[in-house]
């Protein structure tokens, strides 16, 4: 990287030197994935997304990966909220503050469970409240319901003072964009992270006529290529709409600097990698700050402010 070139970010005062890192649910599950994740080249780590106690998650084979991204039904394994909890509490008190806590409840009552331990807690990172799981059997994702997401904020802030981010799904009516934005709009919110995976898509092995993954009888999340034009709208259109308050984390069909360039123009101040980090594992972080280094050098921009949002219309 050029001596000039300057990566650097900032959430709610969090700095992070790089402004790329893994996506919620990719190589984060246990401690030992998390710690390669920091002794990376990445910006930092998200946890997977934790629920108050651990769950082995849905029945395999739950994750295929494709030639254009992945289709996943994890079902939210993990090891519970405790154990990340302390290992972000661990890590801040090393002075290790790159980090963002991801909880996922099963009910509203789980995560204000959650959020209320976090505030009672010695913990003042990120957290991202994830609202958008869609594979979980029997639950909706709560991102779709825009009065529970108005309940639910309001219920979070008359307790939390902390730095709450939100992992929304996709998308895909401009109408959308706006009612949410209005009520996002009224919180303190650090971020909203766009875009979880693209929920119950169906992939079919035309070889065997059949489905590829277990859970949900073939149904699953997409991610990788097939979802980068559904993250770049997402993270523009909140941009447009959004607070400037309030940051946006681009997620969604990153797996070259060039797509870390394009969600940064679409408004991003952080991206993250789900399915390519799986698929290359944590040496993708070099490889892609790389490519962003030398895109950026020969655009002549030393800073991510310099190309920020800046998506030229016609
Ligand atoms: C195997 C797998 C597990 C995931 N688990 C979570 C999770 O626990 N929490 C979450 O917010 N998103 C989860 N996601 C979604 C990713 O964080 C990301 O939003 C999505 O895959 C789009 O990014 P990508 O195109 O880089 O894969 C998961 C994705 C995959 C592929």
């Known amino acids: 990287m050029s001596p000039k070139l300057n990566l650097q970010t900032t959430i709610a005062g969090i700095d992070f030197r790089n402004p790329i890192l893994n996506a919620a649910g990719v190589w984060c599950q ?17 946890t997977k997304s934790a629920t108050v106690k651990s769950r082995l998650g849905n029945a395999t084979p739950r994750l295929k990966s494709l030639p254009l991204g992945s289709i996943n039904s994890m079902g939210l394994p993990n090891y519970g909220f405790q154990y990340y909890l302390d290992y972000v509490t661990k890590q801040q008190a090393t002075d290790q503050h790159n980090l963002i806590l991801s909880i996922a409840g099963l009910s509203v009552a789980d995560n204000l469970t ?63 964009f706006d ?22 898509g169906l992939i079919v092995d035309p070889l065997t006529e059949s489905v590829v993954i277990k859970p949900k009888g073939g149904f699953g999340g997409i991610g990788g290529n097939y979802v980068k034009p559904t993250a770049l709208a997402n993270v523009r259109a909140f941009r447009l709409r959004l607070n400037p308050t309030i940051k946006i984390i681009g997620t969604g069909g990153i ?27 944590p040496a993708i972080f070099e490889r892609v700050t790389n490519e962003l280094s030398d895109l950026m050098a020969a655009k002549g921009y030393q800073n991510l402010a310099d190309f920020r949002g800046k998506l030229k219309t016609l």
């Open 30 to 46: 246990s401690t030992a994935e998390l710690d390669t994740l920091l002794t990376s080249s990445a910006g930092g780590a998200v």
């Open 255 to 281: 797996s070259s600097g060039q797509d870390v360039f394009e969600h940064i123009l679409c408004g991003a101040d952080l991206v993250q990698i789900g399915t390519a980090l799986g698929t290359e594992g």
């Open 114 to 176: 959650m959020l209320r331990q976090i505030q009672s807690s010695d913990y003042t990172g990120l957290v991202e409240l994830n609202l958008s799981c869609p594979n979980v059997a029997g639950k909706s994702q709560v991102g779709y319901d825009f009065a529970a997401v108005a309940d639910l904020l309001a219920t979070i802030f008359t307790f939390f003072d902390g730095k709450l981010g939100l992992k929304l799904p996709p998308y895909f009516d401009l109408h959308q």
């Open 179 to 200: 009612e949410l934005s209005a009520i996002l709009n009224q919180y303190p919110l650090a971020y909203i992270n766009a875009i979880n995976s693209i929920g119950n």
